[in-house]
């Protein structure tokens, strides 16, 4: 396989350097008031409806997309100064998540113009959540073994089956669902349709699914025999993989994958500073800093790569099987390193930031798509496979 060259430079601009300026002091602004509360996983846990449409307010959502769109045509690299501002503090921006990082460019690249002028302009206004149904019982990562079927009606399709791992489909506004639309002639990759279903949906059952700390993030969400209009079938009838593999490539190598419990370790570096005879603390640290700092490296270079008009699914891969495991690396070393009972209840920030990191880390690795998964599709890509 031949990649792609970085460029030789992807440090980030004069004009990422003022917009982030421009971030911190809104996010400065928004803890001063009370805006919202710091917390570890903010892109999964912290929903707030009201912080998202502030973001799109400013035009820091749907950043890359026309203008026609509602959107502002910046950067890839500005856009995701913006993201890690909002991760390093543990701003709540799962609302907007799924929307903005894939849905939107998903439409803008498969969709009818009809679907474009409909869909995309309020996901940039922070005024539309977006919940993926992809993943289901008894199929595991193999995603091209869906069974949810859509069978064809006049001027329509009616959706049946089950969806596990949604995340914010108790809040969304639509759906993004993979669907079985054929046999595909014996091939399973060829016969799955993306549907786009309006919520709410007559005949769709919404049951939540729990974290260990009691957390409603995730869904199971029951079809039976829900109706969605033609005009709501994304990419045409058969178009569904090339649309799904597309959107993993965005959701796999963006700074969340290695920056779920960045707000712990700031808190680990505080810590550390008020012992500073500790030299073991430093040097755990230091390790974990060199770690994200290659990380970081990494995701700028495919979003260098994807402004380009690449899909890098390899590189992607890789930043989010290597970066998942530092966030558990990290909560490990919070435990490891300072006397602490983590709580969720604490009023100590150390404390309830671990607890938050220690009891999200059996996710990290898992959603998006398993490490296991992640190392064949790079093993394929370098051809050792």
């Known amino acids: 396989m031949k990649f792609p060259r970085l460029p030789a430079d992807n440090r980030l601009d004069a004009a990422c350097r003022v917009l982030r300026a421009e971030v911190r002091e809104f996010l400065r602004q928004e803890l001063a008031t009370g805006g919202f509360e710091p917390e570890c996983d903010s892109w999964l846990r912290g929903f707030n409806r009201e912080f998202t449409r502030k973001l799109g307010m400013r035009g820091w959502l749907g950043m890359t997309w026309p203008l026609r769109y509602g959107g502002q045509e910046r950067s890839q690299r500005e856009r995701y100064v913006v993201i890690e501002e909002l991760l390093a503090v543990g701003a709540p921006v799962a609302g ?91 091939v399973k990759h060829r016969g799955l349709s993306m549907l786009i279903v309006a919520m709410p949906a007559r005949g769709l059952t919404v049951r939540p699914i729990r974290l260990l700390t009691g957390e409603h993030h995730f869904n199971e969400m029951i079809f039976d025999d829900v109706e969605v209009p033609d005009s709501m079938v994304l990419g045409g009838e058969g178009e569904g993989w090339k649309i799904v593999t597309g959107d993993l490539a965005m959701e796999r190598s963006g700074p969340e994958r290695f920056m779920s419990t960045l707000p712990l370790l700031g808190e680990m570096i505080r810590k550390a500073r008020a012992m500073p005879e500790d030299p073991r603390a430093q040097i755990a640290i230091g390790e974990l800093v060199s770690r994200f700092w290659t990380l970081r490296s990494m995701s700028i270079g495919v979003a260098a790569l994807m402004e380009q008009g690449y899909e890098p699914s390899v590189e992607a891969a890789l930043v989010k099987d290597l970066g998942t495991r530092f966030e558990g690396d990290l909560a490990q070393a919070a435990r490891l390193l300072f006397p602490m009972i983590p709580s969720l209840d604490s009023d100590d920030r150390f404390e309830n930031f671990a607890a938050q990191a220690i009891l999200h880390t059996p996710a990290y690795t898992l959603r998006g798509g398993t490490n296991e998964i992640l190392r064949g599709i790079v093993a394929r890509g370098l051809g050792v496979r």
Not at 117 to 135: D, H, T
Not at 140 to 168: F, N, Y
């Open 96 to 186: 907007h998540w799924i929307a903005e990082r894939q849905v939107g460019s998903s439409i803008l690249r498969h969709g009818t113009e009809d679907q474009k002028q409909r869909l995309v302009p309020p996901i940039a206004r922070g005024e539309s959540i977006f919940g993926a149904c992809y993943s289901e019982p008894d199929v595991g990562s193999d995603l091209a073994s869906v069974k949810a079927r859509a069978v064809r009606i006049d001027g329509a399709w009616k959706i049946t089956g089950t969806k596990v791992w949604t995340s914010q489909g108790h809040n969304a506004d639509h759906l993004f669902v993979l669907c079985r639309t054929s046999d595909g002639e014996g």
